[in-house]
T-cell receptor, first 114, second 109 residues
Framework: GAGVSQSPRYKVAKRGQDVALRCDPI?????LFWYQQALGQGPEFLTY????????KSGLPSDRFFAERPEGSVSTLKIQRTQQEDSAVYLC????????????FGQGTRLTVV | RKEVEQDPGPFNVPEGATVAFNCTYS??????FFWYRQDCRKEPKLLMS???SGNEDGRFTAQLNRASQYISLLIRDSKLSDSATYLCAVNRGAQKLVFGQGTRLTINP
């Protein structure tokens, strides 16, 4: 597809359930980012991949959060034992390379933990 | 204190007015700067990059003041379609963008 694709668009999880969020970046984009956006806030950085290498995971809020990009294209963000405070929109972005280039965002996955 | 700060607004201005937002950043090592637009329940989309010399794109003008560590966005002759949240973003060269909270703008007819 032409843009960054994320699935599912919406996810309702019961507290304690594990969830997996998928991101399909723009074909050929080297860099992939995950952000968390709470209501009324700007996106907060979670983690960054360059190809299959996870170069920065400093924004992951706890060890319940795990991300992977095993083949350097599709990425999955997994949240284990979800808590209510995990409710947010999870945005994926990709760039052709890192650094100062435009980041293209997917439409996000809206996660609601009940 | 957050690394990138914006006045969340909301700003309510009449159609045709000029409106300006500022965004301050705390890390002097910041290298590149952007304004993103985010419509309700949509993803952020790049509005414009901000260059040291300032840059203009139609009704939109962005400026960078490195000495005072802020960037600004000016919208002239505002349109109803300009209603959105405007996010400033800063890149420290560490391959990630740091966003402000966003400024919510509503243009009224």
């Amino acid at each position: 597809g032409a843009g960054v694709s994320q699935s599912p668009r919406y996810k309702v999880a019961k507290r304690g359930q594990d969830v997996a969020l998928r991101c399909d970046p723009i074909s050929g984009h080297v860099s992939l980012f995950w952000y968390q956006q709470a209501l009324g806030q700007g996106p907060e950085f979670l983690t960054y991949f360059q190809n299959e290498a996870q170069l920065d995971k400093s924004g992951l809020p706890s060890d319940r959060f795990f991300a992977e990009r095993p083949e350097g294209s599709v990425s999955t963000l997994k949240i284990q034992r979800t808590q209510q405070e995990d409710s947010a929109v999870y945005l994926c972005a990709s760039t052709p390379s890192g650094g100062n280039t435009e980041a293209f965002f997917g439409q996000g996955t809206r996660l609601t933990v009940v | 204190r957050k690394e990138v700060e914006q006045d969340p607004g909301p700003f309510n201005v009449p159609e045709g007015a000029t409106v300006a937002f500022n965004c301050t950043y705390s890390n002097s090592a910041s290298q590149s700067f952007f304004w993103y637009r985010q419509d309700c329940r949509k993803e952020p989309k790049l509005l414009m990059s901000v260059y040291s010399s300032g840059n203009e794109d139609g009704r939109f003008t962005a400026q960078l003041n490195r000495a005072s560590q802020y960037i600004s966005l000016l919208i002239r002759d505002s349109k109803l379609s300009d209603s959105a949240t405007y996010l400033c973003a800063v890149n420290r060269g560490a391959q990630k963008l740091v966003f402000g909270q966003g400024t919510r703008l509503t243009i009224n007819p």
